[in-house]
């Protein structure tokens, strides 16, 4: 086939998109090209919530294996495609079911908290979920002070920082492209762009964390950029910076560490990529065993029910 221009390439997603009535659904670290054919983009609840209510039977996730198959759990009712087969998360594969289930039963009355950014084997065995957006309020309002949170450790920590109240234990690890930054990053940055806020994710370590000027999710720092007047630097993956950038033109985002800020797995799925899913000839379809859906939807389902309560005692 012909090389075609990325705005024919788009035209023709869009076209096969309605021929086999599927909506696609983006994640915010895939490329600004991918977010602008999606019907849907944010983080992995998000996509979830989006993929439950969706009035297509078919959705195709732009993004990686635990975000398909937690929109798969959530939206049992639909067609849920990834949109390239080996987009893996290495930081989902490195804790065991195994030695969750083993902690559980040596600390029966420890609450076990896990990251929406987790296997769904890791989820089932846990008591609620959390995003990195609303982690710090759930965990504020659990009844239970003992905690063990999972699988990400730098998030884990930046959670117990801001709850001092609870007992928080954290799993080692994160994510490695974020914890990949370090101090001496921001610390150049600094120097290059002086008086300019940094936003950092909260998914960084916390050597870095503690030099920022406003630490959050993915979703608060799109947010911290919208607001802003005109100038930030951006510590999370590079697709935020390049969306925000190709967003507000007229402002001054900067990448911080850019040769670090790089996910391998959300970088596999391109326009072809998502061409060729929507073909059913990349990809692969998510097929999730009953029990192990269910198991893993308790714990969403728990940290939805508490949103709701806390929203309501607001109201
Ligand atoms: Fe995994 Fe980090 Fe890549 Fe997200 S950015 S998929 S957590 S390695």
Redesign the pocket.
């Known amino acids: 086939m012909p090389i075609r221009e990325p705005i024919v390439l788009k035209e023709d997603i869009k076209q096969l998109k309605r021929e086999t009535d599927t909506a696609v659904f983006a994640?915010n670290?895939m490329d600004p090209d991918i977010v602008e054919i999606a019907d849907v983009c944010g983080d992995g609840f998000d996509l979830a919530m989006a993929a439950a209510n969706a009035p297509q039977k078919n959705i195709l996730i732009c993004?990686?294996r635990?975000?398909a198959e937690t929109a798969a759990v959530m939206a049992p009712d639909k067609n849920i495609r990834l949109s390239h087969s080996q987009?893996?998360?290495?930081?989902?594969g490195r804790v065991s079911a195994a030695r969750v289930e083993m902690f559980r039963e040596q600390n029966p009355d420890v609450c076990i908290v896990v990251s929406i950014?987790s296997s769904l084997q890791i989820k089932a065995n846990a008591d609620i979920c959390v995003t990195p957006t609303n982690a710090v309020s759930v965990i504020r309002a659990l009844s239970r002070d003992k905690i063990l949170f999972l699988p990400?450790g730098s998030l884990g920590e930046y959670i117990a920082k801001m709850v001092p109240e609870k007992q928080i234990e954290v799993w080692p690890g994160?994510?490695?492209?974020?914890r990949s930054v370090e101090r001496s990053d921001i610390e150049l940055a600094r120097r290059k762009w002086p008086n300019v806020p940094v936003a950092v994710s909260s998914?960084c370590r916390s050597e870095v964390t503690e030099l920022a000027d406003m630490i959050g999710s993915t979703n608060e720092i799109i947010s911290f950029c919208e607001d802003s007047a005109h100038e930030v630097i951006i510590c999370d993956?590079m697709a935020i910076h390049a969306r925000m950038n190709e967003k507000y033109p007229e402002k001054f985002f900067k990448q911080l560490a850019p040769s670090k800020l790089i996910?391998?797995?959300?970088r596999l799925t391109t326009l072809e990529i998502v061409e060729r899913a929507l073909k059913q000839e990349a990809g692969e379809q998510i097929l999730v065993p009953f029990d192990l859906a269910d198991a893993a939807r308790e714990p969403i389902d728990a940290m939805i029910k508490l949103m709701s309560v806390k929203k309501r005692k607001r109201t």
């Open positions: 994640h670290y993004g990686v635990y975000i987009a893996g998360c290495p930081m989902t950014n990400d994160g994510c490695p492209v974020l998914r993956e996910c391998n797995s959300m």
